[in-house]
């Protein structure tokens, strides 16, 4: 039979988890979970106090971003969400930042997929 491949994007980890084991019932052919952002870098790695600390740019700080360059640093800063202050509207941070892929034997598909959404998950 034919795989298909399923993308679902959750806003935790364990939503997405609830659904991994349902889709391993499935005898889903392959399942992996991963955090993703829009900017590089894997979050910070120690605690830097920013009145004494030496760090890059306001985008390092709040958004744990992978800063290279200083004129990065400042689009990054000039981002609503690194004001601390974006509520998500219009396009802006929403949370939804989980994602979940899988693939999945044809004849389970639309099962997966309301097992996902049964867990939150959007496709």
């Known amino acids: 039979m034919a795989e298909k491949s399923i993308l679902a994007y959750f806003h935790s980890p364990e939503q997405a988890e609830g659904a991994v084991s349902k889709l391993k019932a499935l005898r889903a052919i392959d399942v992996s979970i991963d955090r993703f952002g829009r900017n590089a870098g894997s979050g910070l790695q120690s605690v ?3 009145y004494a600390g030496d760090f890059g740019s306001l985008g390092t700080l709040t958004q744990a971003a992978d800063i290279s360059t200083p004129d990065e640093g400042i689009l990054v800063a000039a981002d609503p969400a690194a004001s601390g202050l974006s509520d998500g509207g ?3 941070v929403t949370g939804i930042d989980i994602v979940l892929a899988a693939v999945v ?3 389970v598909y639309e099962q997966a997929i309301r097992v996902i959404e049964s867990a939150g998950g959007s496709v």
Do not use: C, T, V, W
């Open 48 to 50: 830097i106090n920013p």
């Open 90 to 92: 219009n396009g802006g």
């Open 105 to 107: 034997d044809e004849g």
